[in-house]
């Protein structure tokens, strides 16, 4: 599948001061010949869905818990963080706060999705609990291994109706008509709080743990700017003892899905590029690291044509990450691949994410033009 003879694309990266990060899943682990791609040139890896909050949470546990928290089962997580610690990958930790597909008994009266909602203490002092547990369990388990966690995952909201007009963060408050039950019940600040729960359980561990919020669209100006306003509230929301802003945010994660949603239309245009290496600039200004955390560059036609535009866009693509790093500015620390492999067959939510010609890798594990162009683009 991949020639012996090529250098890593993590071993280029470094070069150029980022991490080559991709994505795994408990399906792709039974797959050899994907691991086998992951190892030969990834130095980082993100869990599509297992450390997530609605994978880790033991609803049947959580019901007879002795101490009234919730409980975790990190079965499925361990074996997948067990096997990048195996191979000499790191991880990044994604996600402790999330709205979407959260669970709704996390936030019930002793866990009884037949009873009321608890109170907002109730649910803060679940949530530091769960974010200390989480944090605390994979840095003893696999020390080192996670090198930085998204702690907050799309807080800001799409609409103006999904926010408070007066809100310059635009956290949302609903998503596709359903509340976010993270601000409707641990209160307006949860992005800040679940920020400093992070922080204390880090310092806690004394780990070398960075610390990101994550979010889509962040290269389209109004998402931008939002995003600026949230990390700067978060870095102003506590003190240290003698009276300065503790530094709660590290990094911001940059969700890399580049083109038309679910349409050729708006794939690969190259206006998109400038914009993006204009938000890695912006959002490293205070001193922020900057991580492109899911990227998959949309593709939805396998012709010679359009193939051939996508390996050329991905070229440019990384020449621009490889460029906005100099030898004494290197804001972007990490670029992590999440349309990784082409798939032809694929439908429903993944058709649009991602498009099924986005991959680096075609369906058979062969590498594409795509990739011979990244990897030419972060030669020396």
Request: aromatic share 12%; hydrophobic share 35%; charged share 25%.
């Amino acid at each position: 599948m991949h020639s012996q003879s090529l250098t890593p694309l993590y071993a280029l990266a470094e070069k150029h001061g980022f991490k080559m990060g991709a994505v795994y899943s408990p399906w792709s682990m039974k797959n050899e010949a994907y691991l086998s791609y992951l190892k030969a040139h990834f130095n980082s890896v993100t869990c599509a869905n297992e450390t997530k909050a609605y994978s880790l949470l033991d609803h049947a546990a959580s019901l007879s818990s002795p101490d009234g928290m919730p409980v975790m089962n990190y079965r499925t997580a361990d074996m997948m963080i067990r096997w990048a610690r195996e191979n000499n990958i790191r991880v990044r930790g994604h996600v402790l706060v999330w709205d979407a597909y959260m669970t709704d008994w996390f936030f019930r009266r002793d866990y009884d999705p037949e009873k009321p909602y608890a109170d907002r203490e109730t649910m803060r002092l679940r949530t530091r609990y769960y974010i200390h547990q989480v944090v605390t369990h994979f840095e003893e388990t696999f020390p080192g291994t996670i090198y930085c966690w998204d702690v907050v995952n799309e807080a800001i909201g799409d609409h103006p109706d999904e926010w408070d007009g007066s809100d310059a963060r635009h956290i949302r408050t609903i998503r596709g008509g359903v509340d976010n039950l993270f601000k409707t019940h641990l209160g307006n600040d949860y992005v800040e709080f679940a920020f400093l729960c992070a922080k204390e359980a880090v310092e806690k561990l004394g780990a070398d743990i960075k610390l990101f919020y994550n979010d889509y669209n962040m290269y389209y100006p109004w998402k931008r700017d939002a995003a600026i306003q949230l990390v700067h509230s978060i870095n102003h929301y506590a003190r240290d003892a003698a009276g300065q802003y503790r530094k709660l945010c590290d990094g911001v994660g940059m969700q890399g899905y580049i083109g038309g949603y679910g349409k050729q239309q708006g794939c690969m245009d190259e206006k998109d590029i400038p914009d993006i290496e204009k938000a890695i600039r912006m959002y490293a200004a205070p001193g922020l690291e900057v991580h492109l955390t899911e990227m998959a560059v949309r593709n939805y036609e396998n012709t010679p044509e359009m193939m051939e535009k996508h390996a050329d866009f991905c070229g440019k693509l990384f020449r621009m990450f490889a460029s906005v790093n100099t030898e004494t500015e290197r804001p972007l620390t990490c670029v992590a691949v999440w349309g990784m492999q082409d798939h032809p067959d694929i439908q429903g939510y993944g058709y649009r994410m991602n498009g099924p010609y986005c991959g680096l890798i075609d369906e058979n594990h062969q590498l594409k033009k795509s990739f011979y162009a990244v990897h030419d683009a972060l030669k020396p």
